[in-house]
């Protein structure tokens, strides 16, 4: 099912189609983002499926604080882990290097550790506008840009895209949907 | 098809512990940490393995050989002799102090420093247990060993090896496999799961338990040490 075709659903199915589209599409992005939380908060792996490669991401250092940094290319959602949205980080080549998320709070107890001092580790913290790298992010690497999969928000899928709606979850989206509508202005009332 | 390798590099055994124990990413690096712990003390109490041997040259303004910086043991400080190694003699009541002269350490013999140690008695008042190739005594402090009556100007030492050698790849052998994605789950279960730490805990002693296994030696081995014993020449 594409974008479009969720949102107009969600317009019949409730009878809001005096409603803007833009509008039931936030309400829809609130349960979506919800409903992967509910569904992967056990192991958040699974929530590979429904991440969105972005490929050759632009690398750049910040002179200020010496660390490299990527900013997202769309937004992310947030999830209960150290990754939140971010699923994979790879380099271009498919060299051998590993990412791994951490908190900004594990890069400071794990500083000069000897997990720390493994020069193939490149470790990355998740911010909400973009990734941090800390150790062995080098000029060269920087150089190619990184790939992301990221999952990302309702909101930022094309109208013509499909959405992928967790396995058996499309009741559960639709009670989420209701009832972030509760409260929503009937349209005899509306002031138009 | 070809068998499976008897090496396998730490970073797969990080991998095969996170899937088999259906972890996510983000415990990557904390088990790495722990495997770097786990094998640690996989070598220093339980494989041989960790033992390396190393010819050291000897510092012959002060008389010590410094020790490698992976070492945490010293097990044994050497000559070779007729392709042997003959350990030193061990005298822990060695003077060890040194003096400073213009920036650098010097021995001046006015304060007793780097005097041949008078020990060895040939004919029949002396004693055995000792080499008189020389004297040596650890010094963990400064981390060296301090000598007396060598002559030589290397040595060999063995020691225990932290065996960590900081890389994702570095090399260990296969049969460790086991125990250490063990440890790998225990360390995790002691943090998140106290309840299971118990049973991964036992795990672990039966997962070393099979390692010691391969560390007996064989039955032909057993009647060499037995053969060892005795000669053809008449007992009274």
Redo the contacts between chains.
């Keep these: 099912m594409t974008k479009l075709q969720l949102i107009d659903l969600v317009r019949k199915r409730f009878n809001m189609e005096y409603l803007d589209k833009r509008y039931i599409e936030l309400v829809i992005g609130r349960a979506w983002s919800q409903l992967l939380n509910d569904v992967y908060n056990k192991?958040?792996?699974y929530l590979d499926f429904y991440a969105k490669e972005y490929t050759a991401q632009t690398v750049t250092l910040n002179s200020t604080t010496g660390r490299y940094y990527a900013n997202f290319p769309a937004q992310i959602v947030n999830l209960q882990?150290?990754?939140e949205g971010v699923r994979v980080v790879s380099t271009t080549d498919g060299s051998d290097l590993?990412f791994?998320?951490?908190s900004a709070t594990?890069a400071r107890y794990?500083k000069d550790?000897?997990?720390d001092?493994?020069?193939?580790?490149i470790?990355y913290v998740v911010y909400y506008d973009k990734i941090e790298f800390f150790r062995n992010m080098t000029a060269s690497i920087a150089s190619e840009g990184v790939n992301m999969s990221l999952v990302i928000p309702f909101e930022e899928y094309d109208y013509d895209e499909k959405i992928p709606i967790p396995h058996g979850q499309d009741n559960n989206l639709l009670i989420m949907v209701a009832q972030f509508l509760q409260g929503t202005v009937p349209e005899n009332e509306l002031n138009n | 098809m070809a068998d499976t390798s008897a090496l396998i590099t730490i970073k797969d055994i990080v991998k095969e512990a996170l899937w088999q124990g259906k972890k996510g990413q983000t415990f990557y690096t904390r088990y790495f940490q722990y495997l770097l712990n786990g094998y640690r003390e996989l070598r220093l109490f339980t494989v041989e393995e960790g033992i390396k041997t190393v010819r050291l040259t000897v510092n012959t303004d002060i008389y010590t050989i410094s020790m490698p910086s992976d070492c945490i043991e010293v097990v044994k400080v050497a000559v070779p002799i007729k392709g042997e190694l003959w350990t030193l003699t061990n005298e822990e009541k060695m003077l060890t102090t040194t003096t400073e002269s213009a920036g650098s350490e010097t021995l001046d013999s006015t304060y007793g420093e780097g005097e041949d140690l008078v020990k060895y008695k040939s004919g029949y008042a002396g004693v055995g247990g000792v080499n008189v190739e020389g004297y040596y005594k650890i010094d963990y402090q400064k981390r060296r060993v301090k000598l007396a009556n060598v002559d030589t100007t290397w040595l060999v030492m063995q020691y225990k090896s932290s065996g960590v050698s900081l890389s994702e790849t570095t090399y260990i052998p296969v049969q460790y496999k086991e125990a250490l994605k063990i440890y790998l789950w225990w360390q995790d279960a002691l943090c998140e799961n106290p309840n299971m730490a118990e049973y991964y805990r036992k795990l672990y002693r039966d997962a070393l338990d099979k390692l010691q296994y391969l560390t007996v030696p064989t039955a032909e081995e057993f009647l060499d040490i037995l053969r060892k014993s005795y000669s053809p020449l008449p007992q009274r």
């Design positions: 192991n958040v792996d882990d150290p990754a590993e791994v998320p951490i594990e794990m550790l000897e997990v001092l493994i020069d193939t580790l470790q």
